[in-house]
């Protein structure tokens, strides 16, 4: 089984509509991330949490929101979704004492916004 | 403006040969290098990193090199495998902060 699952694995919804992509580890790791990928752009860092009670914005957290249930589960929200919303989206967990940038995937969830 | 390019969107290889992968930044903040590989319909994996106060550091067929007055990087996987094939990102990040700043990624097909 993967340590880091993400659901939906593709998703298409309408613009306004609030949509939640939901993250499970089992690698018992105390921090997740999500990131969405763009073509022809590199990953970008939409939250960062670093424990259940610690929650970070990244570099394009406007528009989403997160919530950490769990040290094991993470989920992305988007409120009213809008098509420039339509990409690739990681979910990745790293574990405390090892190399912060060591960071562990999901497979992604592919969404579009029409 | 992208702080970590990776300006070769594709490269094709020859199975055996060596495959070459660059990467260049433009924040001379960053102190920690990352390679990551995807596979479609997976995520990224880590492959090998390497720090600012060494120039090369080596994983098997795999070996970063950084050359810091250049801000340039580079990946070399010796021999190609067909299992190379893949999309190879390029990311870095500095001690003071905890984001990695990703390149665009560069696809490597290795042709048998």
């Known amino acids: 089984d993967a340590d880091v699952t993400q659901t939906p694995r593709n998703r298409i919804t309408k613009t306004g509509k609030r949509i939640m992509l939901e993250c499970s580890q089992t690698?018992?790791?105390?921090?997740m991330y999500w990131y969405r990928q763009d073509p022809g752009l590199g990953l970008r860092l939409i939250y960062y949490?670093?424990?259940?009670?610690?929650?970070n914005k990244g570099e394009i957290s406007d528009g989403y929101s997160v919530s950490r249930q769990a040290q094991a589960k993470f989920s992305l929200s988007l409120e009213s979704a809008i098509p420039n919303q339509t990409a690739l989206y990681f979910c990745?967990?790293?574990?405390?004492?090892?190399?912060?940038?060591?960071?562990?995937f999901g497979p992604g969830t592919r969404l579009l916004v029409l | 403006d992208q702080q970590v390019k990776q300006n070769s969107p594709s490269l094709s290889v020859q199975e055996g040969r060596i495959s070459i992968l660059n990467c260049d930044y433009t924040?001379?903040?960053?102190?920690?290098f990352l390679w990551y590989k995807k596979y479609p319909a997976e995520g990224p994996t880590f492959l090998i990193s390497?720090?600012?106060i060494k120039d090369k550091n080596e994983d098997g067929r795999f070996t970063v090199f950084l050359n810091k007055s250049a801000k340039h990087l580079s990946l070399h996987i010796v021999p190609s495998q067909p299992g190379d094939s893949a999309v190879y990102f390029c990311?870095?990040?500095?001690?003071?902060?905890?984001?990695?700043?990703w390149g665009a990624g560069t696809k490597l097909i290795i042709k048998p």
């Open positions: 390497i720090s600012s």
């Open positions: 924040n001379s903040m960053f102190d920690y």
């Open positions: 990745a967990t790293s574990a405390r004492g090892e190399r912060r940038e060591t960071q562990y």
């Open positions: 990311a870095a990040t500095s001690y003071s902060n905890y984001q990695l700043i």
């Open positions: 949490s670093f424990d259940v009670k610690d929650i």
């Open positions: 690698k018992g790791h105390d921090r």
